[in-house]
T-cell receptor, first 115, second 115 residues
């Protein structure tokens, strides 16, 4: 089935460690996004990529890094510079936006807890 | 900057009744898209309904409909004949720019449907 796969579903990290969240899609979508979800704050955009080998910062990019070496993959690294990394992370994708309707397709999310 | 506000953190409704969730937004753009997404306890976000700003007719999808008031910058979601499966968090979202696909989300409204 086509969709977006995020892994791991749950992740625990010690302070000072980097961690990478995986996001893979087989929808042949051009654009991919990472959002962070915190209680009472909705979803906030971390990074997005409209095409392979290119990506842009979102509203809360500090302490995060991404890469887009393949169309299907958009991994997110939470670095030790991120001061409050405990959150729920959602990956999403969409077709090329100019031809699309703006709809995002989401993965099931990854819960990161810093101990 | 565009903002999206959902002023109702929590709501409840009896099964089979109707409930309306509120959303307001702020933008200087004239052409844009608005969305309602549902996030059930399983945490995977799914699209409920979409509205294009240039269309005056309110969008409907089965039991879900919107009241789009462009001048007032209001976009409420009406759920008719509420079902237990409608229990979820609902997010209003605004598509900032068609050429980026960046969605701006509200804080969310948790809806509890009671039997």
């Amino acid at each position: 089935d086509g969709g977006i796969t995020q892994s791991p579903k749950y992740l625990f990290r010690k302070e000072g460690q980097n961690v990478t969240l995986s996001c893979e899609q087989n929808l042949n979508h051009d654009a991919m996004y990472w959002y962070r979800q915190d209680p009472g704050q909705g979803l906030r955009l971390i990074y997005y990529s409209q095409i392979v080998n290119d990506f842009q910062k979102g509203d809360i990019a500090e302490g995060y890094s991404v890469s887009r070496e393949k169309k299907e993959s958009f991994p997110l690294t939470v670095t030790s510079a991120q001061k409050n990394p405990t959150a729920f992370y959602l990956c999403a994708s969409s077709p090329w936006v100019r031809d699309g309707t703006g709809e995002l397709f989401f993965g099931e999310g990854s819960r990161l807890t810093v101990l | 900057a565009q903002t999206v506000t959902q002023s109702q953190p929590e709501m409840s409704v009896q099964e089979a009744e109707t409930v309306t969730l509120s959303c307001t937004y702020d933008t200087s753009e004239n052409n844009y898209y608005l969305f309602w997404y549902k996030q059930p306890p399983s945490r995977q976000m799914i699209l409920v309904i979409r509205q294009e700003a240039y269309k005056q007719q309110n969008a409907t999808e089965n039991r879900f409909s919107v009241n789009f008031q462009k001048a007032a910058k209001s976009f409420s979601l009406k759920i008719s004949d509420s079902q237990l499966g409608d229990t979820a968090m609902y997010f209003c979202a605004f598509l900032e720019a068609l050429n980026t696909g960046k969605l701006i989300f509200g804080q969310g409204t948790t809806l509890q449907v009671k039997p």
